[in-house]
């Protein structure tokens, strides 16, 4: 399974465009990525999750390169409620038993 | 109650204890997941299963045994319990194929403390 990096932790204030960036050298040709969004005290919560070039649903967008060795998870004008910890998960359905979600980026928004 | 639900909530139990946390969905998902959680660290993963009498280890299965006899619920059992399983553990769901490239549903997670 791809090992996968981020930043432990990130501010920003109310309003701002933020982006996370994942590093994953050694993806696989087969491999997803994925970013999961936790508040305290709650399981994970799917944001999105891409292939290749970009993605964008309602409350994030995904930016993938070509060479896929990295992604960034893009959160338009966050409020308040943003903070929580987010993680990046690479991998693919061969790969249930060594899904590991790492320490992921905790984003704390100020107003 | 639709959705993915876990019990009980909050547990202690002493060590050598034999503690099971119990794991329900109701979308009839094939895959499902155990996690457990420590303070500061990101979640692991402790078993899975793929269907009904199908499950698998994951990256800390020791300790801990799981059964799915039923394809909505997802037991798992501390059989002797050790105050380093004190945690919170997480169930989740995915609808088919495998839990990275299908969305994954998370429970609201059993914090167990192992005195």
């Known amino acids: 399974l791809a090992k996968t990096t981020q930043p432990i932790s990130m501010d920003s204030y109310e309003g701002q465009e933020v982006n996370i960036t994942c590093s994953h050298n050694?993806?696989?040709?087969?491999?997803?990525i994925t970013w999961y969004q936790q508040f305290p005290s709650q399981g994970p919560r799917f944001i999105i999750q891409?292939?290749?070039t970009k993605v964008t649903n309602e409350v994030a967008s995904l930016f993938i390169p070509a060479d896929r060795k990295s992604s960034t998870l893009s959160l338009p004008r966050v409020s308040l409620s943003d903070t929580a910890v987010y993680y990046c998960?690479?991998?693919?359905?061969?790969?249930?038993?060594?899904?590991?979600f790492g320490a992921g980026t905790r984003l704390t928004v100020k107003p | 109650d639709a959705g993915i639900t876990q019990s009980p909530r909050y547990k202690i139990t002493e060590t050598g204890r034999q503690v099971t946390l119990m794991c329900h969905q109701t979308?009839?998902?094939?895959?499902m997941f155990w996690y457990r959680q420590d303070l500061g660290h990101g979640l692991r993963l402790i078993y899975y299963?793929?269907?009904?009498?199908?499950?698998d280890k994951g990256e800390v299965p020791d300790g801990y045994v799981v059964s799915r006899s039923k394809t909505e619920n997802f037991p798992l059992t501390l059989e002797s319990a050790t105050r380093s399983q004190t945690s919170v553990y997480f169930c989740?769901?995915?609808?088919?194929?495998?839990?990275?490239?299908?969305?994954?549903?998370f429970g609201p997670g059993t914090r167990l403390t192992v005195t």
């Open positions: 989740a769901s995915s609808e088919s194929a495998g839990g990275l490239s299908y969305e994954q549903y």
């Open positions: 050694n993806i696989a040709t087969n491999d997803y």
């Open positions: 891409g292939y290749k």
């Open positions: 998960l690479v991998g693919n359905e061969a790969n249930n038993n060594d899904m590991r």
């Open positions: 979308w009839s998902h094939s895959y």
């Open positions: 299963s793929a269907a009904a009498d199908i499950t």
